[in-house]
């Protein structure tokens, strides 16, 4: 039957809030230069590529995984010097996050954001049936306690989120914010959650907070320092009784073996893994302040990716400049607060001349 011969009335609705949600989308375009989704620009080291190879030969395929990924979350534990109990491990922290409002969110619930910050908070809430509790933070993109306490104040959220360093802006939440925010909540028992994706590229984190008897939880994430983003994992750190909760909205088995070994493995070259980490800080400097020779505005980045705002021009336009150089960045002029800004990813070192090339070529 036609498309325009179906009667309406025969197509199921979806659920209201979902039908009118637009989806997250990165555009995944062909070119030579990807700098929109702040992966890692090198791929794992090849001692892990041979190491997986080798664990695959040995695999159980036809057995469901490990449903509690033990040695995982032991590996992960180990790590902070927390036991087993104190690791959720998720698809992507992505899926830590919605497991993490399939818990503490959902219906007659809500979760508090602060714009501009990573949009998937608030997707993720909304498609969790999670009222959504929206706080701007001032135009240099800074978050200070007064709005904390505001925003806590006014509208008691179930879950708090916060982001360092924070994306797209790369600024780090000042000293003594997330203690802050987890005396703000206390009287009324919300649940903070530090999103920590870029926590490796930073020099503090929320995970020396982590308490018995706080509730905060830190999310991390393989896919950026690790560089196994289509590995897709994630894992949340944070206190047992806590945890436990989010262990019960995941689907039975959903880490399926070849993840958690690829985990496990690239545990071991952490030593590698922080070379690199090393190495796209002195490139984000690099970037940094060659941009700061061009007509943008740049914002200083604690993470690997820095945001900026070209004087000349629309963000779109440079943005379409770029991609017609074959250099993909991320466009977020269309956001609000983020008008006429762009995203770059820290790529290798030849990715990023490239980069700035085209950027010259397109601005003056
Ligand atoms: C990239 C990113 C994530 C999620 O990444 P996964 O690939 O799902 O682990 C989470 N939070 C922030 C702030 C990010 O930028």
Redesign the pocket.
């Known amino acids: 039957m036609a498309e325009s011969e179906t009667p309406l009335g025969q197509r199921a609705p979806a659920r209201s809030d979902v039908a009118s949600l637009v989806g997250y989308h990165s555009p995944q375009v062909d070119v030579d230069v990807r700098l929109n989704?702040?992966e890692a620009a090198e791929p794992p080291p090849p001692g892990f590529m041979s190491d997986l190879r080798q664990a695959l030969a040995g695999m159980d395929l036809n057995r469901y995984p490990d449903r509690g990924a033990d040695r995982l979350r032991a590996a992960l534990g180990d790590r902070y010097g927390l036991d087993p109990d104190w690791v959720f491990c998720a698809?992507?922290?992505?899926?830590?996050?919605q497991s993490t409002l399939l818990a503490y969110g959902g219906a007659g619930r809500s979760a508090a954001v602060f714009e501009p910050?990573?949009a998937?908070h608030s997707q993720i809430a909304r498609i969790t049936g999670t009222r959504l509790v929206r706080s701007t933070r001032r135009s240099d993109f800074s978050l200070h306690r007064d709005l904390l306490a505001e925003t806590v104040e006014a509208e008691q959220p179930d879950v708090l989120f916060l982001?360092s360093p924070?994306?797209p802006t790369g600024m780090l939440d000042p000293d003594g914010l997330v203690q802050s925010a987890l005396d703000l909540l206390e009287p009324h028992g919300g649940l903070l959650v530090v999103?920590e994706?870029?926590g490796q590229f930073a020099p503090t984190s929320a995970v020396s907070l982590l308490g018995e008897d706080q509730s905060l939880v830190v999310?991390r994430?393989?896919?950026?320092t690790w560089a196994m983003?289509g590995l897709?994992?994630?894992y949340l750190l944070g206190p047992p009784w806590c945890l436990s909760e989010l262990e019960k909205v995941v689907l039975p088995y959903h880490l399926d073996s070849i993840k958690q070994e690829a985990g496990i493995l690239a545990l071991v070259y952490g030593g590698e893994m922080e070379a690199r980490v090393q190495a796209v800080i002195a490139e984000r400097e690099r970037l940094t302040s060659a941009l700061g020779e061009l007509p943008v505005t740049v914002w200083p980045s604690q993470a690997n990716f820095v945001l900026f705002r070209p004087e000349t021009m629309s963000g779109t336009q440079a943005w379409q400049g770029l991609l017609d150089r074959s250099v993909l960045v991320r466009d977020f002029s269309s956001v609000a607060g983020l008008k006429d800004c762009l995203r770059v990813t820290i790529g290798t070192e030849s990715e990023d001349d490239r980069f700035l090339v085209a950027l010259r070529e397109v601005l003056l």
């Open positions: 989704t702040n698809n992507g922290s992505n899926e830590v996050l910050t990573y998937m982001c924070n994306n999103d994706a870029y999310s994430t393989f896919s950026k983003a897709r994992l994630g």
